[in-house]
């Protein structure tokens, strides 16, 4: 279950299943409802989402690794993979958090994106959004409150204002080992990527459903125009 779980290998198996049902549920969708079929259309969706979380993982990722290399090294054990040699060879530590961040992020972004899908799901009362305008809309919002978030996490963080967090923060600093400040700063980024990722989503819902009121709200007045 570990290496199901917590390993890469066990990552790739995951999503290769993941994928492979998804792919075989639109394929019947598509055989029993021809060109009426819509699941494909959601399962595409998700996959957008996935993918822009994936690549907001590794370019964060790459972004603090620079900052904090203990942050990996130490604190997400990559010393185990990369041996004991210190400072690390770059280019194999940044490959390491690049999995991390991969391997941190794809679930956000599947949650992301069944949230985008409820909020435009079929309603009596409500017209549905197009999926393009979905992610359109959907995405630049998630992308930007993880972003402010995760630089006012790391600022917090480089500022020692969040040492409250963790009695090993307050260790760090007193010993003054790993470059504390820089280590939670980069712990920091991470904190409030995923904060900004909740409250991105949260706030994309209520955008979605907005959106689809007016909507219906046009549809009702334009008669009488």
């Given at each position: 279950m570990?290496?199901?779980?917590?390993?890469?290998?066990g990552?790739?198996?995951r999503i290769?299943v993941g994928?492979?049902?998804?792919?075989?549920?639109?394929?019947d969708?598509?055989?029993?409802r021809?060109?009426?079929?819509t699941?494909?259309?959601e399962?595409?969706?998700?996959a957008?989402?996935?993918?822009?979380?994936l690549?907001?993982?590794?370019?964060?990722?790459?972004i603090?690794?620079?900052?904090?290399?203990?942050y990996f090294?130490?604190?997400?054990?990559?010393?185990?993979?990369?041996g004991?040699?210190v400072?690390?060879?770059?280019?194999?530590?940044r490959?390491g958090?690049?999995?991390?961040?991969?391997?941190?992020?794809?679930?956000?972004?599947l949650?992301f994106?069944?949230?985008?899908?409820?909020?435009?799901?079929?309603?009596?009362?409500?017209p549905?959004?197009?999926?393009r305008?979905?992610?359109?809309?959907?995405?630049?919002?998630?992308?930007?409150?993880?972003?402010?978030?995760?630089?006012?996490?790391?600022?917090?963080?480089?500022?020692?204002?969040?040492?409250?967090?963790?009695?090993?923060f307050?260790d760090?600093?007193?010993?003054?080992?790993?470059?504390?400040?820089?280590?939670?700063?980069?712990?920091?980024?991470?904190l409030?990527?995923?904060?900004?990722?909740?409250?991105?989503?949260?706030?994309?819902v209520?955008?979605?459903l907005?959106?689809?009121?007016?909507?219906r709200?046009?549809?009702?007045?334009?008669?009488k125009?």
């Amino acid at each position: 279950m570990y290496w199901l779980l917590h390993t890469s290998a066990g990552l790739r198996l995951r999503i290769i299943v993941g994928v492979t049902i998804l792919a075989l549920l639109a394929i019947d969708d598509l055989r029993r409802r021809g060109r009426s079929a819509t699941r494909w259309r959601e399962y595409a969706v998700l996959a957008v989402c996935v993918a822009v979380a994936l690549l907001y993982g590794i370019i964060n990722d790459q972004i603090t690794v620079t900052i904090s290399w203990e942050y990996f090294y130490y604190g997400k054990e990559l010393d185990r993979v990369l041996g004991p040699a210190v400072p690390p060879d770059m280019a194999a530590l940044r490959w390491g958090a690049a999995k991390v961040g991969m391997m941190a992020t794809w679930s956000a972004g599947l949650i992301f994106g069944v949230a985008l899908l409820l909020a435009n799901n079929p309603m009596r009362s409500l017209p549905r959004m197009g999926y393009r305008r979905l992610l359109r809309i959907g995405l630049p919002i998630m992308v930007l409150s993880a972003v402010v978030c995760g630089v006012v996490g790391g600022i917090a963080g480089y500022h020692g204002w969040l040492t409250w967090c963790s009695d090993d923060f307050a260790d760090l600093v007193q010993m003054n080992m790993y470059r504390p400040y820089h280590f939670m700063c980069t712990w920091g980024v991470h904190l409030g990527g995923y904060v900004g990722g909740l409250i991105g989503t949260i706030v994309v819902v209520a955008v979605v459903l907005q959106r689809r009121v007016n909507l219906r709200n046009r549809w009702v007045d334009s008669p009488k125009q």
